[in-house]
């Protein structure tokens, strides 16, 4: 079994006062720790995401070939051209990954952004699908048609980026709970992540997370423009990626307010006002993608241009579900004529119904315990957080230190530099549960905060007697203690399948965790694929 142990890490005032993160300094046990690039955490984590991915891949297809279809009220262009043999197969096979808004990705991959509606959906993803099919999938063009090419460069590139994602998420880890036992942890949660079946499916969520992630881990390391270069891709995907800009607003914050500590002289102004139009600039960039997409979106549906040459099956389900399409004569939309014309609120608005409490109905009620979990899991992270540290938390972590709160723990989840993920956690926990539709917060969540996956880990390690160091005689020790044991693999290196392999064995609050996990796993494989209703 793998030795765990903890990073101590050390800022050392760069020129001008500011904190740069270094290479962290290990503390190593007996058996020492190897350097970064000879990992076995990682190798492990990585043989475990890999194989995540697989197992969703071969289960959707299960599911896909033994359970019919939910006839569903959804998005569901004509093929074009008539699928052949290879496309059927293919459509057997990966199909389960192509429903609900999958439908759009896939779409506008192959169509570009021809009805009004699907502009709810950010450009790199489907950007992404298509150069995958044009390029790495160009020796199948005799045999795939366009769609099924795309389908396939889907269920790959997901599959990649769900693993990088999970890479992400334990460097990420490590730099900010200084622990590689419970980055580890809460990397290996993620694999069995209860958002699984969009990271799987032809959603952009395994997109946000491996930018999003890998921006934050990049942010955390000092390298601010990486960071804003991530995020700004991360927005090219999702529309709440803007909300990222709040990260690099932050470290400016911290930055300025080290050296009004360190009471810098009036030489060192210019810096600051260098550092701060920096930082503006960082943030435009976050934002700059979304701004350019609402400009894209005008010009298609606002100004007059010449009618695209639309095939005669897509002109007519526009005719029969009263799509506007790209480019039509006649009346412009109402949101082309407001002040500050953006077409992202308005589908949500007329065609989501998305607003302040409009999902507040006796109806909606299956879909609220749906994110029941998430919500509580969330909920009580910002709680248990904000116990730990009300101090910190009034002073938004920018004060220095009190001699009250030294002894307190700057390892793990109640870490000093946690803070400004519970509040991104909760600032997206708040939106969705009252202005979105609240079965997505799931996903919303699983996919852009750290949070949950740190918080479960957090809970494991706490309270879980499986997971606290085991003396000669086998009996559990303390909480947050090492397995000085013999290194391996599978169930001994992987604390997840540890705790699997001995279930019966588990507390309630351990078997509650992971069966919320590995329940939301499962079922969103088995609905989700069929057309029936999930997150």
């Not at 607003?355 to 509580?376: D, K």
């Amino acid at each position: 079994m793998f030795a765990l142990s903890c990073y101590q890490y050390r800022f050392p005032k760069t020129e001008g006062g500011f904190p740069r993160l270094q290479r962290p300094t290990e503390v190593t046990g007996e058996r020492g720790m190897e350097p970064v690039s000879g990992d076995p955490l990682l190798r492990e984590l990585l043989r475990f995401a890999v194989r995540c991915r697989a197992l969703a891949l071969l289960l959707q297809a299960l599911f896909n070939l033994l359970i019919p279809d939910h006839a569903a009220d959804a998005f569901s262009p004509p093929r074009l051209p008539e699928p052949g043999p290879a496309d059927l197969l293919l459509e057997r096979l990966l199909g389960g990954l192509s429903r609900w808004d999958a439908e759009h990705f896939l779409f506008i991959a192959e169509h570009g952004y021809l009805y009004e509606h699907n502009c709810a959906f950010f450009p790199l993803y489907p950007l992404s699908l298509r150069a995958g099919a044009e390029a790495a999938l160009w020796p199948l063009r005799r045999l795939l048609r366009l769609r099924s090419r795309l389908l396939l460069s889907a269920a790959l590139l997901n599959s990649l980026l769900a693993v990088l994602a999970a890479a992400a998420l334990y460097k990420l880890g490590c730099a900010v709970l200084r622990c590689r036992r419970a980055a580890f942890l809460a990397a290996a949660l993620f694999c069995v992540s209860p958002a699984n079946v969009f990271l799987a499916a032809a959603y952009s969520e395994s997109m946000f997370c491996c930018l999003a992630f890998g921006a934050m881990w990049r942010l955390e390391r000092g390298q601010r423009w990486r960071g804003a270069l991530l995020f700004s891709l991360a927005t090219g995907a999702r529309a709440n990626g803007v909300v990222n800009a709040g990260f690099l607003l932050y470290s400016c914050a911290k930055r300025l307010a080290l050296r009004l500590r360190l009471r810098s002289g009036s030489l060192l102004l210019w810096k600051q006002l260098l550092s701060a139009a920096s930082s503006a600039v960082a943030c435009a960039g976050v934002f700059l993608p979304f701004v350019v997409f609402q400009y894209y979106a005008y010009a298609l549906f606002c100004v007059p241009s010449v009618e695209r040459a639309v095939p005669e099956p897509l002109l007519q389900l526009a005719l029969d579900k009263g799509y506007r399409l790209a480019g039509a004569r006649g009346a412009r939309p109402p949101w082309c004529s407001q002040r500050f014309p953006a077409v992202y609120p308005y589908i949500q608005d007329v065609y989501w119904n998305v607003g302040f409490l409009r999902y507040f109905e006796l109806r909606q009620i299956p879909n609220f315990l749906l994110a029941l979990p998430v919500t509580l899991l969330s909920s009580w992270a910002a709680w248990t957080y904000v116990s730990a540290n009300p101090r910190r938390c009034l002073t938004l972590g920018l004060e220095r230190t009190s001699s009250g709160e030294e002894n307190k723990p700057s390892t793990g989840f109640c870490g000093p530099a946690v803070f400004v993920y519970v509040v991104h956690a909760t600032a997206l926990l708040l939106f969705g549960f009252f202005c979105m539709h609240v079965q997505v917060l799931t996903r919303f969540l699983g996919s852009s905060s750290p949070i949950l996956y740190w918080f479960s880990a957090h809970l494991l390690q706490e309270h879980e007697p499986l997971l606290w160091s085991e003396g000669t005689d086998g009996q559990p020790a303390s909480p947050g203690g090492e397995r000085p044991g013999p290194r391996g693999d599978g169930a001994a290196a992987n604390p997840v399948l540890r705790l699997l392999s001995r279930w019966s064995l588990l507390t309630p609050l351990s078997k509650c965790v992971l069966g919320f996990f590995l329940s939301y796993w499962l079922l969103g494989l088995l609905l989700h694929c069929n057309f029936l209703p999930w997150t």
